[in-house]
């Protein structure tokens, strides 16, 4: 029995596919006794499919794909949540079953694919959305399915955590960074979705629905990018025994569910302070299981098409089994989401003020005002041009104190410079 394929999207990723089909094929067959073949290819042009040694597979119409009643699987790589959304839905409806690594999709439109892949009784498998090549979906959709799931907190965006590594270890400046990520191909032209954190946002809101078995889309997740952060920032983290990682964070709470994307202080002794430049890791405490972590590359052609022909694979070995398709039931739960103003813990705040008398004293007013104490206040250094760094680390205190409190101090006149920079303190 061959197992057909159809490739909708031969980008980085998709040609990584053609890639590990042309190479391992046999393997595949010899060891998982699955014959996978690559029977037709999509895209806007064919040019890339040329280029992989399959141009005589092109179509760049993908319904020549859907309509093709000898393809068992289908592959959607092209991303976004408009012509992908359509790809996956008329698979499925189509009686295929469907690999895709659309974060964009699955933390979007979450319920609607989960629903038709119930109703044509087919697969539909994700586990490139969030990770690249790192295993995190399946464990937490299998291996880790008899635990209780209290935490999932992760490094998930390669480019954040490469600017972050490059500010920290080298005193390069934010637009240094990015300028350096761009020029290897780690940060796109527009990097909005990585430095804004929308990206991690989109993974995190797929880890926690799976993780907490209620459902959590992009919209629900407070997020926050890097943008403000400078070396100022990270060298103060140092200085108190912290560094700064843009987190996901995700955790199973007693009223609901936090979820949230934004620069974090965490210990140097935490397990994911010590991961750097584009390596990603994901952070996991069950129940029973305790503490695991899993680490990887998380992006790149060949870690992101390894965990797409792993559910493709998967899937062709129960089709060759005549195993039926795993259920695809998740999200049983409707646990509420916890509005971020509810959030209590430390807060690392740098404001850029006028180096003038009196202007210290109504700071501290506006915090006391607002019920934030205060843990400790420096200031990091004059810049000569009648504008300091002033920088206060809180007690525990109120996200909706802390809030206001930033608030009143940006409406004093004549006092800010620049928006205050604002990292969460995760002990």
Not at 87 to 105: I, P, Y
Not at 157 to 168: D, I, Q, S
Not at 224 to 235: E, P, V
Not at 270 to 279: C, I, K, M, P
Request: proline letters at 3%; one cysteine or more.
């Amino acid at each position: 029995m061959t197992i057909q394929i159809g490739l909708v999207g031969t980008g980085t990723v998709g040609g990584g596919c053609i890639d590990i089909l042309q190479k391992h094929r046999e393997a595949f067959e010899r060891h998982l006794g699955v014959d996978v073949e690559l029977a037709r290819v999509c895209s806007l042009s064919s040019a890339e499919a040329e280029a992989h040694g399959v141009g005589y597979l092109f179509t760049d119409d993908y319904h020549d794909i859907i309509d093709d009643p000898q393809i068992d699987i289908v592959i959607e790589l092209i991303g976004g949540t408009t012509i992908a959304r359509s790809v996956v839905l008329e698979a499925l409806a189509a009686g295929k079953n469907v690999v895709t690594a659309n974060k964009a999709l699955m933390a979007t439109h979450w319920r609607e694919v989960m629903d038709a892949a119930d109703a044509s009784g087919k697969d539909l498998m994700f586990g490139a959305s969030v990770g690249g090549g790192i295993p995190i979906i399946g464990p937490l959709r299998h291996s880790l399915i008899a635990n209780q799931i209290d935490s999932v907190m992760g490094i998930v965006n390669g480019t954040t955590n490469y600017m972050l590594t490059k500010m920290a270890e080298e005193n390069m400046s934010y637009e240094e960074a990015l300028a350096e990520a761009q020029v290897k191909g780690f940060a796109e032209a527009n990097p909005s979705a990585d430095v804004d954190g929308y990206d991690s946002a989109a993974k995190i809101a797929i880890l926690a629905s799976i993780a907490f078995d209620s459902l959590v889309t992009i919209e629900d997740v407070y997020t926050k990018g890097i943008t403000s952060i400078t070396t100022t920032d990270l060298d103060a983290a140092d200085d108190m025994g912290y560094v700064v990682k843009l987190l996901a964070i995700a955790h199973r709470m007693e009223d609901g569910i936090d979820v949230r994307v934004h620069p974090t202080m965490l210990p140097k002794d935490h397990q994911l302070a010590s991961v750097g430049g584009v390596f990603n890791a994901i952070y996991v405490v069950g129940d029973f299981v305790g503490e695991t972590m899993f680490f990887g590359e998380g992006a790149g052609a060949g870690a992101a098409a390894s965990a797409v022909m792993g559910d493709v694979l998967d899937i062709a070995e129960r089709l060759e089994q005549g195993v039926p398709p795993k259920e695809t039931h998740l999200c049983t739960d409707q646990l509420p989401i916890r509005r971020i103003e509810t959030l209590s813990m430390k807060y690392y705040i740098r404001f850029t003020v006028a180096d003038k008398p009196g202007v210290l004293a109504k700071m501290a007013a506006a915090f006391a005002d607002n019920n934030v104490s205060i843990h400790s206040m420096m200031q990091r250094g004059a810049k000569g041009d009648g504008r300091v760094d002033v920088v206060y680390v809180t007690h525990v205190a109120l996200e909706s104190d802390v809030r206001s409190a930033i608030d009143h101090i940006s409406a004093i006149d004549g006092l800010l410079f620049a928006e205050p920079s604002v990292i969460r303190v995760e002990e």
